[in-house]
Nanobody, 123 residues
Framework: QVQLVESGGGLVQAGGSLRLSCAQS????????VGWFRQAPGKEREFAAA???????HYADSVRGRFTISRDNAKNTVYLQMNSLKPEDTAAYYC?????????????????WGQGTQVTVSS
C-alpha cells in the first residue's frame, strides 16, 4: 500500500506563487512516477503535471511555463512549484502514484491518490 499526503495549498492573489508538496510513504520507489491533477468545482479531474522514472517532466498546456514539478528522492517527496497563478488555477490539487501504463495524462491510469489540497487564486 502507498500513502500520499499533499500540503502547501492556500489562498493567493493572481500573479502569486505557491509550492505544493506530496509526501509518499509505504511500498513505493523513491523515483517512481508521480502525477499532479486538479479538480475545480463542477469539473472533471484534469492532468496538470507528472514526473517519470528518469526524471523527465510532463505538463498540461495550461500550466507549461508557469508550473515546475520536481522531486527530492531522499525525502520521498514531490513538489509542484506554481508561479504566475491565475484565477482559473483555482482547484483542489491531488498527487497520484502507481502508474499502470505510460499514459501520464489519464487519471484512470494512476492507482493511488492523496486527499488533495485546495488552491484558491483571487483576482
Amino acid at each position: 500500500q502507498v500513502q500520499l499526503v499533499e500540503s502547501g495549498g492556500g489562498l493567493v492573489q493572481a500573479g502569486g506563487s505557491l509550492r505544493l508538496s506530496c509526501a509518499q510513504s509505504g511500498r513505493t520507489g523513491s523515483s517512481s512516477p508521480v502525477g499532479w491533477f486538479r479538480q475545480a468545482p463542477g469539473k472533471e479531474r484534469e492532468f496538470a503535471a507528472a514526473i517519470g522514472w528518469s526524471g523527465v517532466s510532463h505538463y498540461a498546456d495550461s500550466v507549461r511555463g508557469r508550473f515546475t514539478i520536481s522531486r527530492d528522492n531522499a525525502k520521498n517527496t514531490v513538489y509542484l512549484q506554481m508561479n504566475s497563478l491565475k484565477p482559473e488555477d483555482t482547484a483542489a490539487y491531488y498527487c497520484s502514484s502507481g502508474l499502470k501504463s505510460g499514459d501520464y495524462f489519464s487519471r484512470t491510469q494512476w492507482i493511488y491518490w492523496g486527499q488533495g489540497t485546495q488552491v484558491t487564486v483571487s483576482s
